[in-house]
């Protein structure tokens, strides 16, 4: 299966995958720009993609930068429709107390591509029941005596 990339901008860095058995694409900012505490920013990628049919894009957080310097992809995942031939951008936001600077070169998110599955919609009077029913935001409970039990 072949991802077909246009670089839009001569900085543009191909996205590659770091190891071979990696799931995401690095994504580099040709963007030279801050982020401050709180707020957020489209960061721009100077790519346009050509994906496979049936597929589509999620631009996913990178860990190290979320873990370092509270950096996360805004609207995670963020979804890239197999139809878009427009820029690739990401929406970073700093969740930390101080400016971050995003440099032209930084690997700022990951690309991973995955596939969709098309359903036919049927609106329906009940649906089947099940042992969960409605239980949700933490009906199930916690591990007690775990460090899950904290949260």
Same mark, same amino acid.
């Given at each position: ?6 670089k ?7 996205p590659?995958?770091?190891?071979p ?8 900012s040709?963007d030279?720009?801050e ?25 996913r957080?990178? +860990?190290g ?11 995670t ?10 820029e ?7 969740? +930390?107390k101080n400016?971050?600077?995003v ?7 990951q ?26 935001f ?10 899950l039990?904290?949260?």
């Open positions: 299966m072949k991802l077909k990339i246009l839009l901008n001569e900085s543009a860095i191909i590659q995958y770091e190891h058995n990696d799931s995401g694409l690095d994504l580099i040709v030279e720009l982020i401050p505490p709180g707020e957020s920013r489209l960061v721009c990628t100077g790519i346009s993609i050509d994906l496979p049919q049936g597929t589509e894009a999620q631009i957080p990178r +860990s930068l979320a873990l370092n310097h509270q950096i996360t992809v805004l609207n995942p963020g979804t890239v429709d197999e139809g878009y031939r427009g690739i951008g990401v929406i970073l936001i700093n969740h +930390s400016l971050f600077k440099k032209k070169g930084m690997k700022i998110a690309m991973v591509i995955t596939p969709v599955i098309h359903v036919e919609v049927e609106e329906v009077d009940k649906l089947s029941h099940t042992s969960r029913g409605t239980g949700g933490g009906s199930t409970g916690i591990i007690a005596n775990s460090k039990a904290d949260y």
